[in-house]
């Protein structure tokens, strides 16, 4: 540690931080004019070039954020600086910090010259070994965002397609994305016979009810036989038909056996007084008549 000069390291640090604000505003106001000419490429339906120059834009985004986040951690060592500079190991509340800036600082030192000097100060800090962890991220405590944005890694398409719908929304211009862009990272292959995909087996431990729909036999629309009375089917001349449904059984049973042969009772033949005789002639007796309403009177 007898190299390391705090002043050196404070003074670094507050310059790299003037440096990031600038570089991103530049790196801003640059994507902004690309969006407007991506606009003119979609316009005159230059699509592949404007894919390309959409991958510049994010690749120009992802370094305005990583420029923030390392522009946040010089700020914090800053604000810490006494820890920073009275312990002689890296305190836990800074590693990440420190290790983040050590990373970055081969990657981006041709736009921010502070870096080399910044990365070297702390390798006087805290040694050698430190700094070779991490430059190499082998101790896992470099910011996950900062890799990532940094990183060389091809852009999804899906991505790509996202940002050409944004800029034509935002200039008023048609665009149509590509459907295939986003399959990119599904397992499900694209028709090569213009029929849709089965999954396999295997991806439906209880059935495979796409291959269940496509082999079913079409389902046929029979009626149940109609009845015209509770007791059974209508009377026919020969044995009652089966229905035309096998899958439903026809009417049986004892109930309906017994409701077939049921003996009812018999209805008695005089049951209604018979007609007092009359004459031949058919001419009414009134001697007869008088004598009966005589009768009558008496009997009251």
């Not at 407007?36 to 120059?53: F, G, N, P, S, W």
């Not at 004459?279 to 009966?292: A, E, K, N, Y």
Request: net charge negative; with cysteine.
């Amino acid at each position: 540690m007898p190299n390391f000069k705090a002043e050196k390291l404070k003074t670094n640090l507050k310059l790299c931080i003037n440096r990031l604000k600038l570089l991103e505003k530049k790196k801003t106001e640059g994507a902004m004019k690309a969006r407007k000419e991506i606009a003119d490429y979609i316009k005159t339906h230059r699509l592949e070039r404007a894919r390309v120059r959409v991958e510049h834009i994010i690749r120009e985004d992802y370094l305005v954020e990583a420029l923030e986040v390392l522009e946040l951690y010089c700020d914090l060592l800053l604000a810490r600086f006494g820890l920073l500079e009275q312990k002689a190991y890296c305190d836990d509340t800074l590693v990440e910090a420190v290790s983040t800036l050590i990373w970055a600082s081969p990657r981006l030192v041709a736009d921010v010259q502070e870096f080399g000097i910044i990365a070297h100060q702390f390798e006087e800090k805290f040694g050698k070994e430190f700094a070779h962890q991490a430059k190499s991220n082998l101790s896992g405590t470099v910011n996950a965002k900062v890799i990532h944005r940094l990183g060389v890694e091809p852009i999804k398409k899906s991505l790509i397609e996202n940002y050409l719908v944004e800029i034509a929304r935002n200039y008023h211009q048609e665009y149509q994305p590509d459907p295939s862009a986003f399959l990119e990272n599904e397992d499900v292959p694209p028709p090569m016979d213009g029929k849709p995909f089965i999954p396999p087996e295997e991806f439906y431990p209880e059935g495979n009810m796409y291959t269940a729909a496509a082999t079913a036999p079409p389902a046929s629309h029979v009626l149940p036989p109609q009845y015209t009375s509770y007791g059974g089917p209508p009377p026919t001349q020969g044995p009652p038909s089966q229905p035309s449904n096998p899958g439903l059984p026809f009417p049986t049973g004892p109930g309906l056996a017994q409701s077939r042969t049921m003996d009812l009772p018999s209805v008695p033949s005089h049951t209604f007084p018979e007609p007092p005789p009359s004459g031949g002639d058919g001419d009414v007796d009134f001697d007869d008549l008088t004598r009966r309403f005589e009768d009558l009177k008496r009997r009251k």
